[in-house]
């Protein structure tokens, strides 16, 4: 079945550094969203990528999808404490209604 | 998130015993997904329902079963608790496939 990856699986910086998390499907994908949980939370929807080479940018996060829609990233520049949580992206193979997520990556930011 | 409620928030039960979780919506949203989270497995998906009385299985759906009688409820019932069924579950509502998904805040089931 279609499997989603995401690495890394934790990542710890400074405030003002950047952060990167990676993800990567077994099968090209018709869309992939991302998704962000906060300690206690629940997941909270941040965007959908749809088209092959798409990028997107939400004030200092950018998110890009593969030209082959099999892989997408997010960026974060210049970390803040607020950036703080777990980054899912989550992916669905064309024709289905299943939405697969990644394991996810748990950023923490030192002050 | 306003518009998806889920209940109980927590719960405790003990092996052997059947459990029934509710998620209930005010947008009367076409498709429900239940998931289960775990440390070290992120998301997984349990059922699904694309309408009332239309439901499927998801990637982990033994030991669980749906019901959708009505588009604002949507069920999952664990027919006997066990131990490995101990998660946090996550109910979603989606609008349609160009919309995100809208999680509720989640139940605790602990199975002792």
């Known amino acids: 079945g279609q499997q989603v990856m995401q690495i890394p699986q934790y990542q710890h910086v400074q405030e003002g550094e950047d952060f990167t998390t990676y993800c990567n499907s077994s099968t090209t994908l018709s869309n992939i969203q991302w998704y962000k949980q906060r300690p206690g939370g629940h997941p909270v929807f941040l965007i959908q990528?749809?088209?092959?080479?798409e990028v997107k940018k939400q004030k200092r996060l950018t998110f890009q999808f593969g030209e082959a829609k099999k892989n997408s990233s997010l960026h974060i520049t210049a970390t803040q404490t607020t950036d703080v949580g777990t980054y899912f992206c989550a992916g669905v193979e064309g024709g289905s209604e299943k939405l697969v997520f990644g394991k996810g990556t748990k950023l923490t930011v030192n002050p | 998130d306003a518009g998806i409620t889920q209940s109980p928030r927590h719960k405790v039960t003990e092996t052997g015993t059947p459990v029934t979780l509710r998620c209930h919506q005010t947008e009367n949203h076409r498709y429900m997904y239940w998931y289960r989270q775990d440390p070290g497995h992120g998301l997984r998906l349990i059922h699904y329902?694309?309408?009332?009385?239309?439901?499927d299985k998801g990637e982990v759906s033994d030991g669980y079963s749906v019901s959708r009688s009505k588009t604002e409820d949507f069920l999952l019932t664990l027919e006997s608790a066990t131990s490995s069924q101990t998660s946090v579950y996550f109910c979603?509502?989606?609008?349609?496939?160009?919309?995100?998904?809208?999680f509720g805040s989640g139940t605790r089931l602990t199975v002792v």
């Open positions: 329902s694309y309408g009332v009385k239309d439901t």
């Open positions: 979603a509502i989606r609008a349609g496939q160009v919309y995100g998904y809208t």
């Open positions: 990528l749809v088209k092959s080479g």
